[in-house]
């Protein structure tokens, strides 16, 4: 260990997700230095050549390129907070979870440091990285993505969204609401069928085969959104209320809880009382934006 080494990129954070990033740029053949708080997480990564620093103001001298991978904002910026001069003419690829506020002013910070930066979000789990399945969506400028884009791949597919560095946070919490959305519709509807004996396991093709086809309608209700027309082709609110409550009263009289499908209609039915009634589902929107940008 020494402050000398030179590599081609530089890992900073070896929790389970910066020892599978590091781990994939090595064995794409890029020589990787590694900095962690706790210098034993490196232990596994140095057989197969991993460079370790001996300090985060090393790591990130070292290479051309830092990406950083820690639990949170806060510990990025105590990391970074001696690493000045060695950024400038660099870039920092910061695959931290944020918001994007976070991500936003992260990239004055850097920039002021005469740095570039991309701001990303990794959308799979740490033994996917390396593959084309492993998504990772960046942001920040398009020519430092692209001059970027044979080291950004090797760890998965990598996904530029636009200059916006916020954009990645966003794109993540937006994938997220959408995940546990499906998965608590699921699970509701496993403790339904679940009064009736019927396992989990034989609703899921079902409820499977109704995700698909819900999924078929979204780019229908996308061209709705934004056009600000939210034409009542398969159904109207008010028909949507009448199934909301009579899934509630089912879920409450089996037992099942029913604050789910309570927040369906209780959305539904401040759309209706805005004068949406016999407008599509897409009316919904207005509930969700804020109020100076609803539709």
Same mark, same amino acid.
């Given at each position: 260990?020494?402050?000398?080494?030179?590599?081609?990129?530089?890992?900073?954070?070896?929790?389970?997700?910066?020892?599978?990033?590091?781990?994939?740029?090595?064995?794409?053949?890029?020589?990787?230095?590694?900095?962690?708080?706790?210098?034993?997480?490196?232990?596994?990564?140095?057989?197969?050549?991993?460079?370790?620093?001996?300090?985060?103001?090393?790591?990130?001298?070292?290479?051309?390129?830092?990406?950083?991978?820690?639990?949170?904002?806060?510990?990025?910026?105590?990391?970074?907070?001696?690493?000045?001069?060695?950024?400038?003419?660099?870039?920092?690829?910061?695959?931290?979870?944020?918001?994007?506020?976070?991500?936003?002013?992260?990239?004055?910070?850097?920039?002021?440091?005469?740095?570039?930066?991309?701001?990303?979000?990794?959308?799979?789990?740490?033994?996917?990285?390396?593959?084309?399945?492993?998504?990772?969506?960046?942001?920040?400028?398009?020519?430092?993505?692209?001059?970027?884009?044979?080291?950004?791949?090797?760890?998965?597919?990598?996904?530029?969204?636009?200059?916006?560095?916020?954009?990645? =946070? %966003?794109? $993540?919490? +937006?994938?997220?609401?959408?995940?546990? /959305?499906?998965?608590? @519709?699921? #699970?509701? !509807?496993?403790?339904?069928?679940?009064?009736?004996?019927?396992?989990?396991?034989?609703?899921?093709?079902?409820?499977?085969?109704?995700?698909?086809?819900?999924?078929?309608?979204?780019?229908?209700?996308?061209?709705?959104?934004?056009?600000?027309?939210?034409?009542?082709?398969?159904?109207?609110?008010?028909?949507?209320?009448?199934?909301?409550?009579?899934?509630?009263?089912?879920?409450?009289?089996?037992?099942?809880?029913?604050?789910?499908?309570?927040?369906?209609? =209780? %959305?539904? $039915?401040? +759309?209706?009382?805005?004068?949406?009634? /016999?407008?599509?589902? @897409?009316? #919904?929107? !207005?509930?969700?934006?804020?109020?100076?940008?609803?539709?």
């Amino acid at each position: 260990m020494n402050s000398r080494i030179r590599s081609d990129v530089t890992v900073i954070g070896l929790g389970l997700m910066g020892r599978a990033l590091a781990g994939a740029l090595l064995r794409a053949g890029h020589s990787t230095a590694v900095w962690n708080r706790t210098a034993v997480k490196a232990e596994e990564l140095l057989p197969h050549g991993a460079l370790l620093s001996d300090t985060a103001n090393d790591a990130v001298e070292a290479s051309s390129v830092t990406i950083t991978c820690v639990s949170d904002y806060q510990s990025l910026q105590q990391i970074l907070a001696s690493v000045t001069d060695e950024l400038d003419g660099r870039l920092l690829v910061n695959l931290t979870s944020g918001d994007s506020a976070q991500a936003r002013e992260m990239a004055g910070w850097v920039r002021q440091r005469g740095a570039d930066y991309l701001d990303g979000a990794i959308m799979a789990i740490p033994s996917a990285i390396g593959s084309a399945e492993a998504v990772v969506l960046l942001s920040g400028s398009k020519v430092v993505f692209e001059k970027h884009q044979p080291v950004l791949d090797t760890l998965g597919t990598a996904v530029y969204l636009g200059e916006d560095h916020g954009l990645s =946070a %966003l794109y $993540d919490a +937006a994938g997220l609401t959408m995940m546990w /959305g499906i998965l608590n @519709a699921w #699970l509701h !509807g496993v403790a339904l069928l679940g009064t009736a004996g019927v396992d989990a396991a034989d609703y899921t093709p079902f409820a499977a085969q109704m995700a698909h086809g819900t999924v078929g309608w979204l780019t229908g209700y996308a061209e709705q959104v934004d056009s600000g027309t939210h034409r009542p082709d398969d159904a109207t609110l008010t028909t949507h209320a009448g199934g909301m409550a009579h899934l509630i009263e089912e879920s409450e009289r089996l037992g099942v809880n029913s604050e789910l499908p309570r927040l369906f209609k =209780a %959305l539904v $039915d401040r +759309a209706i009382t805005a004068g949406h009634a /016999g407008n599509s589902y @897409a009316a #919904l929107i !207005g509930q969700f934006t804020p109020k100076s940008t609803a539709a």
